[in-house]
């Protein structure tokens, strides 16, 4: 499978609670950081479209892309991962 054979069957597959939930948590806490989308990708190291399939939970992130997720916007892999409750726990420089 080449890559968009690969993003092709990623978006056919039914959205889960889980990832719809990831992506919204990357989504608020790129929002609370005021960082545009473009810029957050190219920090943690993803592709812009990428990055909208994330927010949009129709992937869920690999273990490298959740430290460049994590790191570009300095929060912690709890709070993506619905572990913890509130975007406070974001750290904004």
Known sequence: MNDSQNIAAEQARPVDA???RLGTRVALARDGATI??????DAA???EE????IEAGVVEPTIAEM???TRALNCGADYLLATRPCIDDCYRA
């Open 18 to 20: 889980y990832t719809g």
């Open 36 to 41: 545009s989308s473009d810029a957050l990708a």
């Open 45 to 47: 190291g993803i592709t």
């Open 50 to 53: 990428r990055l909208h399939h």
């Open 67 to 69: 430290r460049g997720l």
